[in-house]
């Protein structure tokens, strides 16, 4: 039984908004044109921001720091930055060290040679580092795109300017070993550690003479072996026959993924090691032979008369909810922990949407797009079970809060390319679909590309292709372009989790723990008193003012939430019966206001009607409670009836105890006279 929901009010964790931006497909196109192609136009104001660098002349080889950082303390969300050669603008020059805030993006042939931020977190500023190329002596510029958020940004702000200069002589002397063509490759390599661990040893404390001594007695008997070997021809090039060896650590770049690049990438990377970070290997280093170790064990997943209660974390529906696709899922942000029991993805391909959509249901699954994030006036994309089996994906349209109907338009313009796949198996319904970036339904022209809407996703039952009102809803918490990626957070749960708490409060709490007091203390509890009142009387009125107070404020906060009646009223009686409960506990101390006198002969009216009242609106909220858990809203389990039912049979016997206490005590008085 979770009642964590509803019982744990205070304990509200508020979620960042993290989606990922929007990715246009060739890294190397991408990198050129230093475009975050959100479909909206770039800004011709200059930018909100600078690169601050703190040298203009460096060497050739030589790491300088850099900052950007925003004008008069201007936030960013996002940036591209890459240095150039002046002489020619399309070629990017040297490598960066990326900081905390910053990843690496590999352009072209080179490697590390551009930068882009981690996350959409707003920043002040960036700081990271930039390293000149050995062979290069001339101008560069620094070039970045900042971007303020996901329709605003600067493309290819010219920064400062650098000047590389010659490289100096080199003073130190190079030693070139002539490599005989019937030298064995074997023993290049073991020459080689053998001249550096010497050239250690000499440099290395006294106590690290033996260890030393011991590692280049083991490298000459592995020579010995070594010699064995075949031997390796070297091939003489351009008529040389020296070669130069060096003991330098060499950098082995990764290979570049093929995925899509993130230009306004606002999640960070699953992996924390960037996927373009170049593995070091040195001259000098063992290396690891590779084990193969066992998978780690899956969870078994739910399965209830052979249908899967949600889905396969492994399913492929997933991938790239990261980085390529935009995922939301019911229920509310579970696409984290990838157990959805309906779930939503998409992303643009090229020039349109691609879709594609599953869910556990008997009827629909449904996909939406709201301008305001209430339900009437939204687009939607249903996937219907038909009669025969198969499964047909329909533009919808929700004329108010209650119907969803096919718009006016004939199935060739609504809006819908190509209705790739779908189906239905084991209780899941599929399907996957292509859309236009733009669509005219219902007078209104719904733009995918520049506008930005509230997703929606519901499921539900169905007879002859009519939608019943959904089981389960969710929608995003805040309005966005359909070209943002990653995963889409909920609408907040706040002023329901408040309801439900305040109200189990009032009636299931106080209320219950006032009616006792009122019952089986007002005789009894009379010794000790108050401000001259009797104590049972303070603390009745004390927990009956609470369930006047929160019942109110969980009735306001509930009329808030679904912005007037909810839907629900005419298949459930939880909102009828929620308000007439409320409205029988605002009149109970306005009654006790205008009661009567103890001793006045009237006063028998005012007791049953206080009691009558009290009790019918104890009942009603009890009842309340009880058909609130089958409410899609309330997201409780089909056990937290059994939980109500528990407590009710727990209340009725304690009033049953505390009436035979009563009585034995009344009994005893009586006979003591």
């Known amino acids: 039984m979770n009642l964590r929901p509803l019982i744990s009010a205070g304990l509200l964790a508020v979620l960042s908004l993290q989606v990922d931006g929007f990715t246009i497909g ?52 996002g940036f591209i930055i890459q240095v150039r050669d002046s002489a020619s603008l399309d070629n990017q020059v040297g490598s960066f060290v990326a900081g905390d805030e910053a990843k690496y993006m590999t352009c072209g042939r080179g490697i590390h040679n551009s930068l882009t931020h981690r996350s959409s ?17 001339g101008e560069v510029v620094f070039m970045f795109t900042s971007l303020r958020d996901y329709t605003t940004y600067w493309v290819r702000t010219q920064g400062p300017k650098l000047t590389i200069g010659k490289k100096a002589e080199e003073t130190k002397d190079t030693t070139v070993k002539s490599i005989d063509s019937e030298t064995t490759l074997a023993d290049i390599i073991v020459e080689e550690i053998e001249e550096e661990i010497e050239e250690l040893a000499t440099h290395s404390h006294d106590d690290t003479e033996t260890h030393t ?69 040195s001259s000098t280093t063992t290396l690891k032979t590779t084990t193969t170790s066992a998978e780690p064990e899956v969870d078994p997943l739910p399965v209830i008369d052979g249908v899967l209660q ?36 998409y992303k643009l391909d090229k020039v349109r949407y691609h879709f594609e959509m599953k869910a556990l249901s008997e009827g629909y699954v449904s996909f939406g797009l709201s301008r305001d994030g209430k339900m009437g006036g939204d687009l939607t994309t249903n996937c219907i079970l038909q009669e025969n089996g198969n499964v047909d994906i329909a533009t919808g349209y929700n004329y108010g809060k209650s119907y969803n109907k096919p718009p006016k338009v004939s199935r060739r313009e609504d809006g819908i390319r190509e209705r790739m796949n779908s189906g239905r198996k084991d209780g899941w319904i599929y399907c996957a679909w292509t859309r236009n ?3 005219y339904i219902e007078n209104e022209i719904w733009d995918f590309e520049k506008d930005v809407y509230h997703v929606m996703l519901a499921v539900g039952g169905a007879t002859d292709n ?59 509890w009379t010794n000790s008193k108050i401000c001259g009142l009797d104590q049972w009387f303070i603390w009745h009125r004390t927990l009956m003012l609470l369930v006047w107070s ?32 409320v409205g029988l506990a605002f009149l109970q101390p306005f009654m006790a206001l205008l009661r009567c006198s103890p001793t006045h002969r009237n006063r028998w009216i005012f007791n049953w009607l206080h009691w009558f009242i009290g009790n019918a609106a104890q009942i009603l909220g009890i009842l309340c409670i009880f058909f609130a858990t089958s409410l899609e809203k309330a997201q409780l389990p089909a056990e937290t009836d059994f939980l109500v039912i528990a407590w009710v049979a727990f209340h009725f016997l304690a009033h049953i105890i505390m009436s035979i206490i009563s009585c034995l005590a009344e009994n005893k008085s009586a006979k003591q006279g």
């Not at 949600?310 to 399913?315: L, S």
């Open 466 to 524: 009519q939608l019943h009102f959904h089981s389960a809803k969710v929608i995003s918490g805040e309005p966005m372009g359909l070209g943002q990626v990653g995963l889409i957070q909920a609408k907040s749960r706040l002023f329901i989790i408040l309801h439900g708490s305040f109200m189990i409060g009032a009636w299931i709490f106080a209320a219950s723990l006032g009616i006792i007091f009122a019952r089986y203390f007002k005789q009894t």
């Open 310 to 345: 949600h889905t396969d974390p492994r399913d492929q529906i997933y991938d790239g909810c990261n980085s390529t696709k935009a995922c939301f899922g019911i229920p509310a942000n579970c696409v984290a922990s990838r157990k959805c029991r309906a779930i939503v993805a």
């Open 26 to 77: 060739a890294p190397d196109a991408a990198c050129q044109h230093m475009t975050p192609g959100h479909a909206h136009k770039p800004q011709t104001t200059p930018a909100p921001a600078e690169i601050i660098v703190d040298k203009l002349e460096v060497s050739p080889g030589e790491t300088i720091q850099f900052t950007l950082k925003g004008k008069e303390d201007e936030q960013f969300m």
């Open 213 to 281: 001594h011991n590692i280049l007695q083991a490298i000459a008997e592995s020579k010995k072996d070594i010699g064995d070997l075949p031997e390796v021809e070297v091939e003489d090039h351009d008529d040389s026959k020296d070669i130069l060896l060096q003991n330098l650590d060499i950098p082995q770049p990764a290979l570049k993924a093929d995925a899509e690049l993130n230009l306004a990438a606002a999640k960070p990377q699953d992996n924390a090691v960037d996927a373009f970070t170049p593995i070091y290997i």
């Open 550 to 581: 929160l019942s109110i404020v969980g009735l306001v906060l509930i009329v808030l939430d679904v912005e007037g009646i909810t839907p629900t009223i005419m298949h459930n009686p939880h909102a009828i019966m929620g308000f007439v409960t």
């Open 437 to 439: 970036i733009s669509v």
């Open 121 to 137: 977190n707003l920043k002040k500023e960036v700081t990271s580092k930039w390293r000149a190329p050995s062979d290069f002596n």
